[in-house]
């Protein structure tokens, strides 16, 4: 919105600080201009001529309490047009997100949190491999595991990911029993280690630019061990990266809906009680 001309905001002094109308006077014509502003959609003008009457006009009660009940009406609208702008962009954000999930698949059945799962690498349909897996929640949150299964531990604690003389590694991940953690069984035994908070250090990123290439992992701890990955593998962490950025906005737009809608209440309630 264009702000009042400086001749106009001059003009506007001179009137409220002129000996000349009475204070009502003044205020009375000062909110009819910010009325017509009002309907003419320019709200940014209209507030300065409101907070001005409010300010400069205090004992003008009729008027400040009009201009206050008008302002509560521009936020109100303001509000109403974020709402819509907001609506709008999650259908396309949820539109989106459709194609990528084509080979993904809500679960609940393997932990407290519902997660979204590459459809290969169900822990059903990898029961015995070595590969490195993707971590998908609803909110957008995203890691990989490096997840060892052989017939003697190799205690990695770190993957490099490479082809070609290019390469990206993993930082050192402390083993913690839970997160990071050795079993066996029945003469099997298997080792996850988990990448979070940004502890992939790269690794994600190569993956997803180079999931076309013949990718190799090195796990790496007392032992090294290495794998050729899977192509269903490089698409799952490439495709769960991409989804993941879509599934934060989705995520920050619903909160700001939240919190847009709460303010409009809050708006609403005020202005029916004058």
């Not at 003009?11 to 006077?25: H, M, N, Q, T």
């Not at 003044?26 to 009002?38: E, M, T």
């Not at 400040?64 to 521009?74: A, F, K, N, P, W």
């Not at 390469?167 to 003469?187: Q, V």
Request: aromatic letters at 12%; one cysteine or more.
């Amino acid at each position: 919105m264009k702000k009042l001309s400086i001749f106009s905001l001059l003009l506007l002094s001179v009137i409220l600080f002129s000996c000349g109308p009475s204070d009502e006077e003044i205020a009375a014509d000062a909110f009819n201009r910010a009325q017509k502003l009002y309907t003419e959609k320019k709200f940014n003008d209209t507030k300065l001529l409101l907070d001005s009457i409010i300010e400069n006009l205090p004992g003008q009660i009729e008027y400040v309490t009009r201009s206050e009940d008008l302002l509560r009406q521009i936020k109100i609208a303001e509000q109403e047009h974020n709402l819509e702008f907001l609506d709008s962009m999650l259908v396309v954000k949820k539109e989106e997100l459709k194609p990528l999930m084509k080979n993904f698949t809500e679960s609940d059945e393997y932990g407290s949190k519902t997660i979204l799962i590459h459809k290969r690498q169900k822990p059903e349909n990898s029961y015995s491999r070595t590969f490195v897996r993707a971590h998908l929640y609803l909110d957008g949150t995203f890691f990989i595991t490096s997840n060892y299964s052989g017939d003697h531990y190799i205690y990695h604690d770190q993957i490099k990911v490479y082809y070609s003389g290019n390469s990206a590694m993993t930082e050192k991940i402390e083993y913690d029993g839970f997160l990071n953690r050795r079993f066996e069984d029945g003469g099997t035994y298997w080792e996850i280690v988990s990448y979070k908070d940004g502890k992939d250090n790269g690794v994600i990123d190569f993956i997803a630019a180079n999931y076309d290439k013949p990718l190799k992992v090195q796990f790496r701890g007392k032992k090294y061990y290495y794998i050729v990955m899977e192509k269903f593998d490089k698409e799952a962490v490439r495709d769960a990266n991409e989804i993941s950025v879509v599934l934060k906005e989705i995520t920050r737009i619903k909160k700001e809906i939240k919190n847009v809608k709460k303010q409009l209440a809050l708006l609403r309630s005020r202005l029916q009680k004058k």
